[in-house]
């Protein structure tokens, strides 16, 4: 069974410090991996997306992560946080190639980011 | 830039009743899910669809629950007797097969059950 673990349930950085979110996950073919940001009250928004290729992979806001398959992991990394980064971040993985069924995202339990000014 | 879009954006409702919350996918995309998030909690899956039927659903997804296509836009998920456990962000998804398995969100249902 597929299962994603977000060890660290919060986190507080200062603005303009680095940022690094910890995603593990256990998969049983090739993962198709995702990081999405929900600020409150809101949806789930792409930061980013990995199946292959580089395993360093640039999102939007400035966000990148790391796939290191030898640790089953899936850092999201940000260099300077700025406040309005303060959000939930939630890991998921599920598969690339669709079969019509079995498709879902298996998500973590989330990391909430807080940014000290 | 084409996105999914989810009505209402917040229900409030009596236990016991029914509702269905309404789900647009993107026009050429062909799967289809429901995801839940009870407050505070993760996200979890619900129930996919493809082809014009279920093709995977989760141990939450009991005989209460049910989906539709209606038409050639609509997605909906019903909800025959609310309980107050119901109360949660819906999210609906959906998913152009030729791109991966990228799902693209909706903003999100609230569901609110008294």
């Known amino acids: 069974a597929q299962s994603v673990t977000q060890p660290d349930i919060h986190i507080t950085v200062s603005e303009g410090a680095s940022l690094e979110l910890r995603c593990n996950y256990s998969y049983g073919a090739t993962p198709y991996l995702f990081w999405y940001v929900q600020s409150p009250g809101q949806g789930l928004q792409l930061l980013l997306k990995?199946?292959?290729?580089?395993?360093l992979v640039q999102g939007i806001k400035g966000f990148e992560a790391e796939f290191k398959r030898s640790q089953s992991s899936f850092n999201l990394r940000k260099p300077s946080v700025h406040w309005s980064d303060a959000a939930e971040y939630f890991c998921?993985?599920?598969?690339?190639?669709?079969?019509?069924?079995?498709?879902?995202?298996?998500f973590g339990t989330g990391t909430q980011l807080k940014v000290e000014l | 830039e084409p996105e999914v879009t989810q009505t209402p954006s917040h229900q409030v409702t009596q236990m016991g009743q029914e509702v269905i919350l309404r789900c647009v996918p993107i026009?050429?995309?062909?799967?289809f899910y429901w995801y839940r998030q009870i407050l505070g909690q993760k996200v979890e899956f619900l129930v996919s669809f493809y082809n014009n039927e279920i093709s995977e659903k989760s141990e939450i997804f009991d005989d209460q629950f049910s989906v539709e296509r209606p038409d050639g836009s609509n997605f909906t998920l019903k909800i025959r007797s609310t309980k107050l456990e119901d109360s949660a962000m819906y999210f609906c998804a959906s998913v152009d097969p030729r791109a991966g398995n990228e799902q693209f969100f909706g903003p999100g249902t609230r569901l609110t059950v008294l």
């Open positions: 026009s050429n995309h062909l799967y």
């Open positions: 990995y199946f292959s290729g580089d395993t």
């Open positions: 998921a993985v599920g598969p690339y190639i669709l079969t019509g069924g079995g498709n879902k995202l298996t």
